[in-house]
T-cell receptor, first 113, second 114 residues
Framework: AQSVTQLGSHVSVSEGALVLLRCNYS??????LFWYVQYPNQGLQLLLK??????LVKGINGFEAEFKKSETSFHLTKPSAHMSDAAEYFC???????????FGAGTTVTVRA | GAGVSQSPRYKVAKRGQDVALRCDPI?????LFWYQQALGQGPEFLTY????????KSGLPSDRFFAERPEGSVSTLKIQRTQQEDSAVYLC????????????FGQGTRLTVV
């Protein structure tokens, strides 16, 4: 079975500062990895996904993530935080030909002016 | 519609009451998923449909939970004799393909059992 662990349930950053959200995965087979964002009272929106192509994945809203097999990590970054980035972020894992997503517990991001 | 639509958005049920939650997936999407998101947690898989066939219901917490998708489009998640621990946001997602690489989520139904 696959699982992810998100390190840090809350992250607070200043506007314009680097955003770094940490995700480590566990999988016995090559994983597919995802980052989703959830705004208050909204559903989940896909930010980016890794499906065994390039290890550096660029997503929407200036986010990117790097798959590091040696570290079993898929950390999410954004060089410069914007107030609109305040939301909850979920890392998720799946595997090829599977349909289930296994989500982490989420990281809430607040952005200080 | 353009996205996955869920109704109602909010539901308050008295303990013991039956509820039905509806999901309208994106037109033409083969796969449909239900997830349960407890407060402060990530979503947890409940069940999966490919067209009208329920291929996996391993995540349903008890036999009080039942899901159907009779014509391969709209799906209903039914919870019988609701209990307080059923309080959560129920998310529906649909995917064009038969794998989960591009799942689109609805806004969810927040169920509160009192």
């Amino acid at each position: 079975a696959q699982s992810v662990t998100q390190l840090g349930s809350h992250v607070s950053v200043s506007e314009g500062a680097l955003v770094l959200l940490r995700c480590n995965y566990s999988s016995s087979v090559p994983p597919y990895l995802f980052w989703y964002v959830q705004y208050p009272n909204q559903g989940l929106q896909l930010l980016l996904k890794y499906t065994s192509a390039a290890t550096l994945v660029k997503g929407i809203n200036g986010f990117e993530a790097e798959f590091k097999k040696s570290e079993t990590s898929f950390h999410l970054t954004k060089p410069s935080a914007h107030m609109s980035d305040a939301a909850e972020y979920f890392c998720a894992v799946s595997v090829r030909n599977d349909y289930k997503l296994s989500f982490g517990a989420g990281t809430t991001v607040t952005v200080r002016a | 519609g353009a996205g996955v639509s869920q109704s109602p958005r909010y539901k308050v049920a008295k303990r013991g009451q039956d509820v039905a939650l509806r999901c309208d997936p994106i037109s033409g999407h083969v796969s449909l998923f239900w997830y349960q998101q407890a407060l402060g947690q990530g979503p947890e898989f409940l069940t999966y449909f490919q067209n009208e066939a329920q291929l996996d219901k391993s995540g349903l917490p008890s036999d009080r939970f039942f899901a159907e998708r009779p014509e391969g489009s709209v799906s209903t998640l039914k919870i019988q004799r609701t209990q307080q621990e059923d309080s959560a946001v129920y998310l529906c997602a649909s995917s064009l393909l038969d794998t989960n690489t591009e799942a689109f989520f609805g806004q969810g139904t927040r169920l509160t059992v009192v």
